[in-house]
């Protein structure tokens, strides 16, 4: 068993970072991982419909990360839509990083749990924000 990911965002911003993801792995991606996009003019109440097919799709028996891009909007309003009923954890603030460091620990720890990824989901967010031009300050030339 694992843990399924699954990306509730707005529009394809989901759907472009597992594509992103896949290149990266080069198609060997060590999770099931899926996207919902939700589009603006969209009823929501349907979207909870298909968060619930997609959330039964990815349930293997250790839960699913729920990961979306913003605390607040639509689409984590359809993540929460899952709490009361489902084995979920839920991690708004979705990034790039955040997903390459979910993925880069479960080749290394196949077994790992929800709340162990709910752990690098945070830290992987985290740390892959910079000020980069902190790094490599300007040339005084």
């Known amino acids: 068993m694992s843990v399924g990911v699954f990306l509730i965002t707005h529009d394809d911003i989901g759907i472009s970072l597992i ?3 896949q ?3 080069a198609n060997k991606l060590p999770l099931n991982i899926k996207a919902l996009p939700v589009h603006h003019n969209s009823d929501p109440l349907a979207f909870c419909y298909y968060a619930e097919e ?3 799709s990815l ?4 839960g699913v990360l729920v990961l979306t891009d913003l605390f ?3 689409p984590c309003n359809i ?3 899952l709490l009361n009923h489902y084995h979920v954890k839920i991690v708004a603030g979705l990034n790039f990083p955040m997903l390459v460091k979910i993925m880069s620990h479960v080749f290394t720890f196949p077994d ?3 709340d ?3 752990d690098k989901a945070l830290t992987g967010g985290c740390q892959g924000v910079l000020d980069v031009s902190l790094l490599y300050p300007k040339s005084s030339t």
């Open 54 to 56: 997609i959330y039964a």
């Open 59 to 62: 349930e293997e028996g250790d």
């Open 23 to 25: 290149q990266m792995f």
């Open 19 to 21: 594509d992103s993801l």
């Open 72 to 74: 607040g909007a639509t």
């Open 112 to 114: 790992a749990t929800l």
């Open 116 to 118: 162990t990824l709910v």
């Open 79 to 81: 993540a929460i839509s």
